[in-house]
């Protein structure tokens, strides 16, 4: 679709392109042959207001001679006159003014265009004619110079136009990149969005999925089907909480809450989950820590770091959870995990929507919007989240305010 996008691009501006070098070669030549025909004819119209300076031609005339009238420096010519019924010629011509078949014949082609003024194409010649009481006159002035002028000028133009296009196209290659590349980046972020939606749905139907088949196992008690059912029923809200979040119909309601509870409690779903993958999930909460803020969105940003240390996690690594107070008005929620170290360049993007640390492994895909949206709610609560990474452990660190 891009590629079309850019094509179409290119030949819309290309076309338009086209049509202005048209026009503007086409204006000039037509307005270049104008004036030529224009400077020829009042040559002529001069010629004859000033008959006594016609020079008499030699047998075929001579170009060697230039003619002036009123100091100008007049085009190969000739005037024909007719009185009496005999045609006599004279100018500065290559034709042959005594062959009277010749001169004949240009009166009769004079005649059968009708008009004052013309061109013969045959002879290469434009005439005007005049009458006054001496006779009738028609001067004929040579247009091959300016025909060779005028071919002249459309091989120039031709060229131009050529070189002129193929610079715009190269141009116009330049402008659709930098034109479509909003489209392509909204295009790529449009895909990202779709995998990332997809990704993030499946952590909830991960922990629904493992509670569900712990829950058929026959050695299950009474007390363990309750606590999956519960799990069940947690992380079917949590998905409802994020499909509404990613439509952007989630609201935040903010209350009182017990954050050490909430932490304990976003544990529990998850317990099958590492329990399935060989990893061992270690929890150090402190008691009695409450906080202000929106009690399903604080616990998406749980689900959603547990969610990354879980699949980040190096086989039968460990998964550390603490919760603690670092000052009277904050405390620090940290999920750290043993596993491959994110590089100093990846910590300070991975929260950015739609990046990828490892574009390779989209298919376990976790540091992308998943993390974004977590900034985004924390932040939405006056807190702060980040990431560090040191001596192969990788840790998430959230930091909010806290109710005294």
Not at 29 to 57: C, G, H, Y
Not at 164 to 169: A, D, K, N, Q
């Amino acid at each position: 679709m891009l590629k079309r996008l850019r094509i179409k691009f290119i030949c819309i501006n290309m076309a338009i392109v086209t049509v202005i070098l048209a026009v503007i070669f086409g204006l000039v030549i037509f307005s270049t042959r104008q004036n030529l025909a224009e400077q020829s004819i009042r040559m002529m119209q001069s010629v004859m207001a000033e008959p006594e300076e016609f020079s008499p031609p030699d047998q075929f005339g001579e170009l060697n001679r230039p003619v002036r009238v009123r100091d100008e420096v007049l085009l190969p010519y000739f005037t024909l006159q007719e009185k009496d019924g005999v045609l006599s010629a004279s100018g500065n011509t290559y034709y042959d003014l005594t062959d009277e078949d010749f001169l004949s014949d240009l009166k009769a082609a004079v005649e059968s265009q009708g008009g004052e003024t013309g061109v013969l194409s045959d002879y290469n010649l434009r005439f005007y004619r005049h009458s006054d009481p001496m006779g009738k006159f028609i001067v004929f002035a040579d247009t091959s110079s300016e025909q060779a002028t005028v071919n002249s000028l459309i091989r120039t133009s031709a060229l131009v136009g050529i070189i002129s296009f193929l610079v715009f196209l190269g141009i116009s290659f330049a402008l659709a990149r930098w034109a479509v590349r909003p489209v392509e980046r909204a295009w790529e972020q449009q895909r990202q969005f779709v995998a990332d939606a997809s990704h993030e749905l499946k952590t909830p139907l991960t922990v629904i999925t493992t509670n569900a088949e712990l829950l058929k196992s026959p050695d299950c008690s009474d007390t363990e089907r309750d606590r999956y059912a519960g799990s069940i029923l947690t992380m079917s809200g949590q998905m409802r909480g994020l499909v509404e979040g990613l439509n952007g119909t989630a609201k935040m309601h903010f209350s009182d809450l017990d954050f050490s509870a909430l932490v304990s409690d976003a544990l529990l779903p998850f317990e099958p989950v590492f329990f399935e993958k060989g990893l061992l999930l270690d929890s150090d909460i402190a008691e009695g820590i409450s906080t202000s803020g929106s009690e399903s969105h604080l616990k998406q940003v749980i689900d959603i770091l547990l969610d990354n240390a879980q699949k980040y996690a190096s086989d039968g690594a460990t998964v550390t959870v603490t919760l603690k107070r670092v000052d009277k008005s904050h405390c620090l929620l940290t999920v750290a995990n043993e596993g491959e170290s994110i590089s100093p360049a990846d910590l300070k993007k991975i929260f950015q929507r739609f990046y990828r640390v490892d574009k390779a492994r989209s298919m376990n895909h976790s540091y992308g919007l998943g993390l974004s949206i977590a900034q985004s709610i924390v932040e939405q609560h006056g807190g702060k989240i980040w990431a560090e990474s040191e001596n192969g452990v990788n840790s998430f660190f959230v930091r909010l305010g806290t109710i005294n």
